[in-house]
């Protein structure tokens, strides 16, 4: 299964929060949102559209500080033996 890697991260330059997309070699901002409240609510509705769309996403969000203080995961399946 195709899994994306995302981390919310506190950009002090512009004083907001950002959503980066991470892969092997780079991490690219694709959104940028004024709270980390609204960064939270953003990946939740990220999450299920990817989700639904058959793929798997995986979030993790920072603090001012740089740490990790959430972290969801949306899509896959877990099997149970």
Do not use: H, K
């Not at 512009?14 to 960064?39: E, F, G, H």
């Amino acid at each position: 299964m195709f899994r994306r890697d995302y981390l919310i991260r506190f950009d002090r330059q512009r004083s907001s929060w950002l959503l980066l997309r991470c892969d092997d070699s780079a991490a690219v901002a694709i959104a940028n949102y004024p709270t980390r409240d609204a960064a939270m609510a953003g990946i939740d509705s990220i999450g299920r559209w990817l989700a639904d769309a058959g793929l798997m996403a995986t979030f993790a969000a920072e603090d001012e500080a740089g740490t990790v203080i959430d972290e969801r995961s949306f899509g896959g399946s877990v099997c149970v033996a």
